[in-house]
């Protein structure tokens, strides 16, 4: 519900809104150290690569049905973010250039932002597999916050596009793992026609 007011908020606009401007003044003026690198952790290979690498840490633990919905959820919410939200929301950067006042397109459309989908995502995955007292935990929450920031500084998203990755990104991986468990649930029920078929005894109940 949240991110479905949040893209109605930005549907097909150019620029940031009133909100937005502000943390775009301070992540211009107060940018991360080393942000491309925290971008680039997140593009394409790289993500893969590191997914793949919570992918074995699951099944090392023996935890294969939630290193399979981990990763499904992974994919299923960058996926989405780049082949359906961003082409349906249509939002994108404009700039006015020459005597004429050209208007040109900066980059593609920018609502989710994939980066942010892609680490909080990940952190997701990651949180559900690592123990409940383990100090990583800070890491993983901070995480997906840090490429927001960075991609905000670096002007390839407006701080709206950052807040919708951060709700897509954890709701599919909790989604997928949560089909996953409630699948494996239901397969080790007693067959549903066994339950439903009377015994001898129900049967002597009835007539009497």
């Known amino acids: 519900m949240a991110f479905a007011l949040l893209a109605l908020t930005v549907w097909h606009t150019h620029g940031p809104t009133a909100w937005e401007q502000p943390i775009i003044t301070v992540a211009k003026r107060a940018p991360l ?13 790289p993500f893969t690569l590191i997914t793949l690498a919570l992918v074995f840490a699951a099944a090392a633990r023996g935890r294969t049905s939630l290193a399979v ?9 960058v996926v989405s973010a780049e082949m359906v939200f961003k082409p349906l ?3 994108v950067r404009l700039h006015s250039v020459g ?26 995955f990651a949180w559900l597999i ?25 002007q390839m998203h407006y701080p709206a596009d950052v807040l919708g990755g ?8 909790y989604f997928t793992v949560g089909v996953v468990r409630a699948a494996a649930h ?23």
């Open 33 to 45: 150290p080393l942000h491309d690198f925290w971008i680039a952790m997140f593009d394409a290979i």
């Open 69 to 77: 919905s981990g990763l499904t959820g992974c994919l299923v919410a």
């Open 89 to 91: 929301v249509g939002r």
């Open 99 to 124: 005597l004429q006042h050209h208007v040109v397109n900066l980059g593609g459309p920018m609502f989710p932002s994939a980066h942010v989908t892609a680490a909080a995502a990940w952190a997701t």
């Open 130 to 154: 690592l123990d409940r007292r383990s100090r990583l935990r800070p890491f993983l929450v901070a995480l997906p916050l840090v490429i927001g920031w960075a991609v905000i500084a670096k």
């Open 166 to 173: 951060l709700i897509i990104g954890p709701t599919a991986v």
């Open 186 to 208: 239901w397969s080790e029920r007693p067959d549903a026609v066994l339950d439903l078929e009377p015994t001898p005894d129900d049967r002597v109940k009835t007539l009497v």
